[in-house]
């Protein structure tokens, strides 16, 4: 089958961070394609959304930067540009309204994700950006994308190649880290994956036990000692 060639860009992946990029390119009258693997977008997006969405957090600018750690510097002047303010518009922009919930984080009224998503794919479509589900790429050498869909396996070229491909968590939901094979076989240095959410196993007190067992924790700074060094998680 012969190479076809599409005179824009192409994203892989329809997570919330592909559904951005191609949100920002189709609003500037750009010609974008998306290919998702999964048969609908945003699978983990509505995962995030099933026990209320945290959007954002209210707390001063300063301080949210802070909690990005190592990491606040380099994120310094990108949440300048799109912070937390930016994302409530955003969202408002897409008909959710926020709110602030007792621990300052922010969530839309509706909580779940769904409502924003299918406003966002509205936008998306009205601004002809063009997104094509099942489509699974597994394959990527000198601008070449190998996507594999159930009726067939073709190689296309774009004029730009987004990975929006997400972390390694949730395989069920799409997200499995295959990507970083392409990324590797294309000499391109990553950092192994590693989570960022994860459970602990703590000695709490009986007295700890016994009264706040299943209790919501908020508003909480926990800190821990990795090889001698104290690491504040939250
Ligand atoms: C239970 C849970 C609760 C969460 N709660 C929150 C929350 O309250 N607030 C918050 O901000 N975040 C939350 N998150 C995190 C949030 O969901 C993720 O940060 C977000 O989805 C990441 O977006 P992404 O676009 O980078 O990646 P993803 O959402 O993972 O999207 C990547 C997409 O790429 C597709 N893909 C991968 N490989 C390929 C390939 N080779 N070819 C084609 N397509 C491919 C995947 O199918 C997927 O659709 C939560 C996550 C979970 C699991």
Known sequence: MPTQHFNGTIIIGAGPSGLMIADILSAAGKKVRIYE???????????????????????????????????????????????????????????????????GRVFPKAMKAAPLLRAWLDRLKNQGAELITRHRCIDWQDNHLTLESPDNTFTVTADQIVFATGGGSWKKLGTDGQWTALFKSNQIKINPLAPSNCGFISPWSDHLREHYAGKPLKGVNLSTELRHKKVILC
């Open 37 to 103: 693997s999964m048969p609908t977008p945003g699978r983990k997006f509505l995962m995030a959304g099933r026990g209320g969405l945290n959007i954002t957090h209210s707390e001063g600018f300063d301080q949210f930067v802070s909690r990005y750690g190592e990491a606040s510097a380099t994120i310094y002047p990108l949440l300048k540009t799109f912070g937390p303010k930016e994302v409530i518009e955003w969202m408002t922009q897409l008909g959710q309204e926020s709110f602030i919930g007792s621990s």
